[in-house]
């Protein structure tokens, strides 16, 4: 249980990181962002695929086992698709950064605000993800899970303090918001790994869905962000060797 609390307590952290990196360089070029985000990308589909989606067709046998993989990753799907409907993507906020948004504006700044819920609202099944990967038992995958979705939270938390600050919020309210949304991703950990511990019946299940989320969020917010801004080359290559560098770390500590 300790390493679950601390591997949590990391996972937020990296936001918390990614926000003091955010306030040190309010102003990072979109190439070093697509890059980082890129390289993040490419670890959390390894981690999707040979953490969570693989694992969870070891548990049944037959076609039983490929039917419940296959419903947990499109129902993870679907359930941040939903979320999507309610809360601004990813891509969108890359249209307004470096813009001066004036707090008389009241528009933009909710337009500001709404980006962050939708960092926090993400956070949530990306907590619950890596909560998820210690029901397998396999510590070492479940760190290397929880450390690409914490590589994945800096360039997050790099990127929601520039909006704020130009809205004209101070630097210890935009700083607690920015907490705020790695809080919620420690609630996620813990709560994947109570739902998984209490009945390991839905292992199967909540694996797959863990992987669906984060392919989802791979696909639809990190992959068209990244290549947004005209660095895409550098930006697939990058994504390559984040995930070839997780596939090496998961098989020496496999």
Same mark, same amino acid.
């Given at each position: 249980?300790?390493?679950?609390?601390?591997? !949590?307590?990391?996972?937020?952290?990296?936001?918390?990181?990614?926000?003091?990196?955010?306030?040190?360089?309010?102003?990072?070029?979109?190439?070093?962002?697509?890059? =980082?985000?890129?390289?993040?990308?490419?670890?959390?589909?390894?981690?999707?695929?040979?953490?969570?989606?693989?694992?969870?067709?070891?548990?049944?046998?037959?076609? =039983?086992?490929?039917?419940?993989?296959?419903?947990?990753?499109?129902?993870?799907?679907?359930?941040?698709?939903?979320?999507?409907?309610?809360?601004?993507?990813?891509?969108?906020?890359?249209?307004?950064?470096?813009?001066?948004?004036?707090?008389?504006?009241?528009?933009?700044?909710?337009?500001?605000?709404?980006?962050?819920?939708?960092?926090?609202?993400?956070?949530?099944?990306?907590?619950?993800?890596?909560?998820?990967?210690?029901?397998?038992?396999?510590?070492?995958?479940?760190?290397?899970?929880?450390?690409?979705?914490?590589?994945?939270?800096?360039?997050?938390?790099?990127?929601?303090?520039?909006?704020?600050?130009?809205?004209?919020?101070?630097?210890?309210?935009?700083? !607690?918001?920015?907490?705020?949304?790695?809080?919620?991703?420690?609630?996620?950990?813990?709560?994947? *790994?109570?739902?998984?511990?209490?009945?390991?019946?839905?292992?199967?299940?909540?694996?797959?869905?863990?992987?669906?989320?984060?392919? *989802?969020?791979?696909?639809?917010?990190?992959?068209?962000?990244?290549?947004?801004?005209?660095?895409?080359?550098?930006?697939? *290559?990058?994504?390559?060797?984040?995930?070839?560098?997780?596939?090496?770390?998961?098989?020496?500590?496999?």
């Amino acid at each position: 249980m300790e390493i679950v609390l601390l591997t !949590a307590a990391g996972v937020g952290l990296a936001t918390v990181i990614g926000s003091v990196i955010g306030f040190i360089f309010k102003k990072t070029s979109h190439r070093f962002s697509d890059i =980082v985000l890129s390289f993040a990308a490419g670890v959390m589909l390894c981690a999707a695929v040979v953490g969570l989606i693989m694992p969870s067709l070891e548990y049944r046998d037959g076609a =039983v086992s490929v039917l419940v993989c296959i419903a947990g990753v499109l129902c993870g799907a679907v359930c941040v698709n939903l979320i999507d409907k309610l809360v601004p993507h990813l891509h969108n906020m890359s249209e307004g950064k470096g813009e001066e948004i004036h707090p008389a504006n009241s528009e933009r700044l909710n337009k500001v605000l709404l980006f962050v819920i939708a960092i926090a609202i993400h956070n949530l099944p990306e907590g619950i993800a890596a909560g998820v990967g210690f029901g397998t038992g396999n510590t070492a995958e479940a760190l290397t899970i929880a450390g690409g979705i914490a590589l994945q939270n800096i360039p997050e938390g790099m990127v929601i303090i520039a909006p704020m600050l130009a809205a004209g919020m101070s630097k210890t309210k935009t700083f !607690a918001i920015a907490v705020g949304t790695g809080v919620i991703e420690v609630v996620g950990t813990l709560l994947g *790994y109570f739902a998984v511990s209490v009945s390991t019946a839905v292992l199967p299940f909540a694996l797959a869905f863990a992987g669906g989320t984060m392919i *989802y969020v791979i696909s639809d917010e990190m992959i068209p962000e990244t290549h947004a801004h005209g660095h895409q080359r550098g930006a697939t *290559y990058s994504l390559i060797i984040g995930f070839c560098l997780m596939l090496m770390f998961d098989f020496i500590l496999g």
